[in-house]
T-cell receptor
Framework: AQSVAQPEDQVNVAEGNPLTVKCTYS??????LFWYVQYPNRGLQFLLK??????LVKGSYGFEAEFNKSQTSFHLKKPSALVSDSALYFC????????????FGGGTRVLVKP | DAGVIQSPRHEVTEMGQEVTLRCKPI?????LFWYRQTMMRGLELLIY????????DSGMPEDRFSAKMPNASFSTLKIQPSEPRDSAVYFC?????????????FGSGTQLSVL
C-alpha cells in the first residue's frame, strides 16, 4: 500500500521568508512524487513532480522540492514566500508498480502574512 | 482548451434523493478520476477509468455510489439514495498516458450538500 503524510496542518510564514512544507511517503517500490496546490473554491493545480534523475525538482511559481530516498521525504520549498502563495498544498505519491492510482496527503494550509 | 468541466458547481438536495454529478475531461485524455474532498477525510480517490473502462473502484464507499463513462468525453457519478454524510466537494480529474501522464488536470469541483 502507498501512503503520504503531511505532518503540519498549517504553516505560517512572513512574506519574503523561506517557506517549507513537509511531506513523507511510503511505497513498496519506486515512487513518483508530486505537489499540487489548491486555491479557494478551485480544483487542484499541478506544481511539480519527481519521476527520476536529479533529486532537486523545480516547478511552477518558484517552488522546488527535494527527493530524499533515505528519509522517504519530498519537502516543498520556496526561497521567498509571497502573500499570493497562501493556499492549500497537497503532496501525492504513486507506486510505479501499482497502476495509475495517485494517493494524496491530508494537505497543509500555508498562510503568508504581509 | 477549456480544461476539465464539471457540473453542477453546487448541488443542494434532500436526503434520499438521487444526485448525478457530471464531468467532461480534456479532449485526448485517456484517464479520468473521481475524487471526494472533506475536512475529515481529505482527498479520497473514488474510482478511475482508462479508455472509458473502470480500472479501480475500491474507493467507492458503498453501493449507493456508481460511476459510468459511456464515452471518452463524458462521465457521471451517481449517488442513490443520497445521505447527509455524502456532503463533500467532488472533483473530476483527467490525464493523458505517456511520459507526462502523471500530471492530473482537475475540474473546479461540485459542492454537494445533502440536507
Amino acid at each position: 500500500a502507498q501512503s503520504v503524510a503531511q505532518p503540519e496542518d498549517q504553516v505560517n510564514v512572513a512574506e519574503g521568508n523561506p517557506l517549507t512544507v513537509k511531506c513523507t511517503y511510503s511505497v513498496s517500490g519506486n515512487p513518483y512524487l508530486f505537489w499540487y496546490v489548491q486555491y479557494p473554491n478551485r480544483g487542484l493545480q499541478f506544481l511539480l513532480k519527481y519521476i527520476t534523475g536529479d533529486n532537486l525538482v523545480k516547478g511552477s511559481y518558484g517552488f522546488e522540492a527535494e527527493f530524499n530516498k533515505s528519509q522517504t521525504s519530498f519537502h516543498l520549498k520556496k526561497p521567498s514566500a509571497l502573500v499570493s502563495d497562501s493556499a492549500l498544498y497537497f503532496c501525492a505519491v504513486r507506486d510505479r508498480a501499482a497502476g495509475n492510482k495517485l494517493t494524496f496527503g491530508g494537505g497543509t494550509r500555508v498562510l503568508v502574512k504581509p | 482548451d477549456a480544461g476539465v468541466i464539471q457540473s453542477p458547481r453546487h448541488e443542494v438536495t434532500e436526503m434520499g434523493q438521487e444526485v448525478t454529478l457530471r464531468c467532461k475531461p480534456i479532449s485526448g485524455h485517456d484517464y479520468l478520476f473521481w475524487y471526494r474532498q472533506t475536512m475529515m477525510r481529505g482527498l479520497e480517490l473514488l474510482i478511475y477509468f482508462n479508455n472509458n473502462v473502470p480500472i479501480d473502484d475500491s474507493g467507492m464507499p458503498e453501493d449507493r455510489f456508481s460511476a459510468k463513462m459511456p464515452n471518452a468525453s463524458f462521465s457521471t457519478l451517481k449517488i442513490q439514495p443520497s445521505e447527509p454524510r455524502d456532503s463533500a466537494v467532488y472533483f473530476c480529474a483527467s490525464s493523458r498516458q505517456g511520459t507526462n501522464n502523471e500530471k492530473l488536470f482537475f475540474g473546479s469541483g461540485t459542492q454537494l450538500s445533502v440536507l
